[in-house]
């Protein structure tokens, strides 16, 4: 477990710039902060997006930006990832004698609110109750939400361990 960082709400929300009233308030009804859609994907089948708004979307904006931007991710990891082009990415596998790649089925919605607790408290370094509020204020309906800033940036922190046992199975065959 990492050191707690963020111990209190009210230093999460000094963190964000936004008052804890304000945090607490929308994370205990964070649904009427989402106004979804649904969209037709080109192979005729459809998925809800769940689409943040107002306050609860400028919040994730800040979370992402100011605490999640801030996680170091392993090299690999691509997607979403500030600075990383996932089209130079297949250049860094020319020669290899193992590729890896995968692709989570549902991936958003396959990552539960308890995975995002988890995930705030190490690596991120929260305690328990700001974990708890962070979560409330970055999943819906208990998973990740589509269309939310922050759900890419979970997922990469949610799947790092994945990533870096993957990378040391291929190094060591």
Same mark, same amino acid.
């Given at each position: 477990?990492?050191?707690?960082?963020?111990?209190?709400?009210?230093?999460?929300?000094?963190?964000?710039?936004?008052?804890?009233?304000?945090?607490?308030?929308?994370?205990?009804?964070?649904?009427?902060?989402?106004?979804?859609?649904?969209?037709?994907?080109?192979?005729?089948?459809?998925?809800?997006?769940?689409?943040?708004?107002?306050?609860?979307?400028?919040?994730?904006?800040?979370?992402?930006?100011?605490?999640?931007?801030?996680?170091?991710?392993?090299?690999?990891?691509?997607?979403?990832?500030? @600075?990383?082009? %996932? /089209?130079?990415?297949?250049?860094?596998?020319?020669?290899?004698?193992? !590729?890896? +790649?995968?692709? =989570?089925?549902?991936?958003?919605?396959?990552?539960?609110?308890?995975?995002?607790?988890?995930?705030?408290?190490?690596?991120?370094?929260?305690?328990?109750?700001?974990?708890?509020?962070?979560?409330?204020?970055?999943?819906?309906? @208990?998973?990740? %939400? /589509?269309?939310?800033?922050?759900?890419?940036?979970?997922?990469?922190? !949610?799947? +790092?361990?994945? =990533?870096?046992?993957?990378?040391?199975?291929?190094?060591?065959?």
């Amino acid at each position: 477990m990492k050191s707690v960082v963020y111990g209190s709400p009210e230093s999460i929300a000094w963190t964000i710039g936004i008052p804890v009233e304000r945090l607490e308030s929308i994370g205990a009804n964070p649904d009427k902060f989402y106004n979804p859609f649904t969209k037709r994907k080109p192979n005729g089948k459809t998925r809800t997006i769940d689409r943040p708004i107002g306050e609860l979307k400028e919040i994730q904006i800040r979370i992402n930006s100011v605490i999640l931007s801030k996680i170091p991710l392993p090299q690999c990891m691509v997607g979403g990832v500030r @600075g990383r082009n %996932p /089209l130079n990415h297949p250049g860094y596998h020319i020669g290899k004698k193992v !590729v890896v +790649t995968l692709d =989570v089925r549902n991936c958003f919605p396959s990552i539960t609110n308890s995975r995002i607790f988890d995930a705030f408290r190490d690596p991120v370094g929260c305690s328990p109750t700001v974990a708890r509020l962070l979560a409330q204020l970055t999943t819906r309906k @208990g998973h990740l %939400p /589509l269309g939310s800033s922050t759900s890419t940036s979970l997922a990469n922190i !949610v799947f +790092t361990p994945v =990533v870096l046992q993957i990378e040391e199975l291929v190094e060591k065959h």
